[in-house]
Structure formats: structure tokens, C-alpha cells
T-cell receptor, first 114, second 112 residues
Framework: EDQVTQSPEALRLQEGESSSLNCSYT??????LFWYRQDPGKGPEFLFT???AGEEKEKERLKATLTKKESFLHITAPKPEDSATYLC???????????????FGSGTQLTVLP | DGGITQSPKYLFRKEGQNVTLSCEQN?????MYWYRQDPGQGLRLIYY???????QKGDIAEGYSVSREKKESFPLTVTSAQKNPTAFYLC???????????FGPGTRLLVL
């Protein structure tokens, strides 16, 4: 069964303490992996799309990488303003099987303490 | 400014009542989507529409209905058949040929 799994569910870091979030997927013929940031009570904000194994993308303190089975979101020297829930998503067949729609993981709630 | 707007920000529903959530976009995107988010969970697809006057059920369509009469608008009705409607509802849109979705600010629905 096609799945998207994120770990850990929650992560607490001290300011400046680098770490990584994981998104693993089981799908044949990956057509992209998407990362979003969601602040409490707000809609997700698009961060990155990765299309092929070995691809990397960076934005400020965030770097996303992709392998054939998982993606990592590396956070270097995080600041309190990086605190948010980070969601990953992949296009998977919808309930009718006729089209692919984004299927989201449950997210990692990141808290960066000052 | 281009973007996706959702209204209201908070909505209260009484027992047996239908309520409609608004979603409008001025990005000229063809595809629009509705998701439901429950605490500690990811987003689940309710309905989506690729073009005007056409829409498809997502994974959890029961108890919901939609219409797509205009490219810019994709309202979601939560009917009385939805027995557990309390959730955060998110609307999104995507440009042609691109699977990246851009989200609105969300509507929180609460049951009185």
C-alpha cells in the first residue's frame, strides 16, 4: 500500500542545535516530493519540490534531500522562528485511481527553544 | 495581491445544519482542492476540481458537497450528514501542469 510516513512526530531543539526530519514513502514511480511548513492555525506554506534521487534544495537554514525511499529536511543552526509543523507530501493515486493527488504525512512538530 | 482567500476564519454549526465554506483565488489556477485537517494528523482530501463545472471525490467526501461554477471559486458545503465536522478546513489551488499546491489560510469549523 502506498504510504507517506514522517518521523519523529515531535522534535525539540535548542537554538543552534542542528537536526533532520525524515519523510519516508512507499510508491512506485515517484513524481515529486513536496515539503511544506505550517504555523499553528494557518495554511501550509510551500517550501520545496524534489523530483529525483540525489536532488537537493536549500532555503535559508533548511536543506531538503531525496533518496529513492525517503527525504530529509535538514535544519542547520535553527532559530525559534523555525518552530512549526513540517509536512511532506507525494502524488499518489486518488480514491478513484484515475488521477494522482498529493497525499500528506502526519507532520513533524518542531519546537526550537531560545 | 494574488492569493487564496477563505472565509470565514471561524464557523459554528448547529446540529442538523448545513454550512458553506468559501474559497476564492485570483491566481488564475485551474485546479482547486479541499482538505480536512484534524489535530495531530495530516491533510485528507475531500474534493477536488480540475476545471470549471467538474469535480471529483477525494478520500473522505461523504457528508460534503462542492460546486465549481466559476474558475475563481470552489465553495464547500458541510452537510448535516457529516457527523463529525469539527476540524480545520483548507482550500488549495495549483497552476496547470504543476502538482505544487498553494494553500489558503483555513477555516476552523466548530459544532455548537
Amino acid at each position: 500500500e502506498d504510504q507517506v510516513t514522517q518521523s519523529p512526530e515531535a522534535l525539540r531543539l535548542q537554538e543552534g542545535e542542528s537536526s533532520s526530519l525524515n519523510c519516508s514513502y512507499t510508491v512506485s514511480g515517484l513524481r515529486g516530493l513536496f515539503w511544506y511548513r505550517q504555523d499553528p492555525g494557518k495554511g501550509p506554506e510551500f517550501l520545496f519540490t524534489l523530483y529525483s534521487a540525489g536532488e537537493e534544495k536549500e532555503k535559508e537554514r533548511l536543506k531538503a534531500t531525496l533518496t529513492k525511499k525517503e527525504s530529509f529536511l535538514h535544519i542547520t543552526a535553527p532559530k525559534p522562528e523555525d518552530s512549526a509543523t513540517y509536512l511532506c507530501a507525494v502524488p499518489l493515486p486518488d480514491s478513484s485511481g484515475s488521477a494522482r493527488q498529493l497525499t500528506f504525512g502526519s507532520g513533524t512538530q518542531l519546537t526550537v527553544l531560545p | 495581491d494574488g492569493g487564496i482567500t477563505q472565509s470565514p476564519k471561524y464557523l459554528f454549526r448547529k446540529e442538523g445544519q448545513n454550512v458553506t465554506l468559501s474559497c476564492e483565488q485570483n491566481l488564475n489556477h485551474d485546479a482547486m482542492y479541499w482538505y480536512r485537517q484534524d489535530p495531530g494528523q495530516g491533510l485528507r482530501l475531500i474534493y477536488y476540481s480540475q476545471i470549471v463545472n467538474d469535480f471529483q471525490k477525494g478520500d473522505i467526501a461523504e457528508g460534503y458537497s462542492v460546486s465549481r461554477e466559476k474558475k475563481e471559486s470552489f465553495p464547500l458545503t458541510v452537510t448535516s450528514a457529516q457527523k463529525n465536522p469539527t476540524a480545520f478546513y483548507l482550500c488549495a489551488s495549483s497552476p496547470p501542469g504543476v502538482e505544487t499546491q498553494y494553500f489558503g489560510p483555513g477555516t476552523r469549523l466548530l459544532v455548537l
